[in-house]
């Protein structure tokens, strides 16, 4: 099982969604990897918030261009990757943050991702995410490589 492309199409999704002060995210690039219109569901609140990738790039281009947003970084830490056919689920563990610079107890969460493989072209489907919050954290499991 050979995941390599899988691992590619995760760290750009991070590092394309990933910028400093004065800079902006490579939405282009997000938009890139998705297949078809994605689906894409926050659920870090009491209730999924849910966005298709235009609607996702929409979002982040209105926070950024209202000041809410003006620099991010987004890492994965952990991943396990389970391929069948030509579709796989990857379990990514990530740690973020809206500062310039790093700092102690950065905020972490899971994101699972769903890929499939169109001529012969993995392409995100979908993916649900959950930051950890104040009654639960990321597993010690899925913190050691």
Known sequence: MNTRQIDYITEDFYESLSFMDGELPDLDAVRELFYEDGLLINM?????????????????EDQINEGQLTQFMQRELYSKTDIFGRVAQRTSVYEYTFAYHETDNIPKGVNYIQFVQVDDLWRITSMVWSDEGANFRVPSELLSS
């Not at 870090?44 to 982040?60: D, M």
């Open 44 to 60: 870090s609140f009491g209730k999924p918030i849910t966005y298709s990738t235009e609607s996702f790039i929409r979002a982040l």
